[in-house]
Structures are given as structure tokens and as C-alpha cells.
């Protein structure tokens, strides 16, 4: 099975400039807490909720003034659309990640993978018992 038939298309993005207030609204409007961070419609990183905790509250950093581009995570893991979702699990798993961004072939934001997705649509559950032991091995 293909990443595009499981994906989600329905992403919200936050631009590299806005404030960190602004990034915490959008996730608690939208009961997130991962956004691809876009500069020129170009992904330049992602930004957690854990991002906003870790590298703002706990350095005492102004929410207001402190922009999404200082605390975000700037190197993104990533995949193809295209590509099958056992790969996409290895990377999950390899990653110790729980959420991938899809790029289309032109390297376009298609969408997000999340662990959830594959959950609920992988056919193999030794293989998902695995990437599952993997990815949550690193927060033990």
C-alpha cells in the first residue's frame, strides 16, 4: 500500500516568523501538536509541542517576541507519497519518530504520516508491533 492512500492530506502549516503564541493557538484550535514550519512555501522544519516546551518555557524564552524558527526542529524526517508504507515504518522506526511529512514528487508538502495512520491501515501487525516497540524505546 501506498503513503498517499493512507496520509493526511488535511494539514495545518505555521510560517517560520510567527510567534510562538501564535503556534500554541493553532495546535490547541486544532488539537495538534506537530506543524511543518514553512518559509516561502518552502518546509524548513517542524515545530512540536514539545519544541515549545523544551526550548522556550524551560529557557524562560518571551512567547510573544520568541519566533517559531528559533525553537523549531530544523531538520525534518520525510517521505515520498509514492513510496510503500513498510517504508515508511522503517524510517518511523529508525527515527524513533511518531509522525513523518509527505512530499509529492516535485517536493511539495502533500501531507503528514502519523504512527496512528499506519496503525490503523498496515496489514502486517508483527511489522507494526515492531516499529511500535522501536519508535517508543527511545522515550523509555
Request: hydrophobic share 45%.
Amino acid at each position: 500500500m501506498k503513503i498517499s492512500e493512507v496520509m493526511n492530506r488535511d494539514i495545518a502549516t505555521i510560517p517560520a516568523d510567527a510567534n510562538l503564541v501564535e503556534a500554541a493557538t493553532m495546535m490547541r484550535t486544532r488539537n495538534i501538536g506537530f506543524l511543518p514550519v514553512l518559509e516561502q512555501d518552502k518546509v524548513v522544519g517542524v515545530l512540536t509541542d514539545r519544541d515549545i516546551v523544551i526550548r522556550s518555557i524551560c529557557e524562560e524564552h518571551n512567547a510573544l517576541s520568541t519566533k517559531v524558527y528559533d525553537v523549531m526542529t530544523p531538520t525534518p524526517i520525510w517521505c515520498y507519497e509514492d513510496e510503500v508504507l513498510t517504508d515508511a515504518a522503517q524510517v518511523l522506526a529508525g527515527h524513533h519518530i511518531r509522525r513523518l511529512i509527505v512530499f509529492d514528487c516535485n517536493k511539495k508538502l502533500a501531507g503528514l504520516l502519523s504512527l496512528d495512520d499506519l496503525a490503523a491501515r498496515m496489514s502486517s501487525d508483527r511489522l507494526l508491533g515492531s516499529v511500535l516497540r522501536q519508535v517508543t524505546a527511545q522515550a523509555a
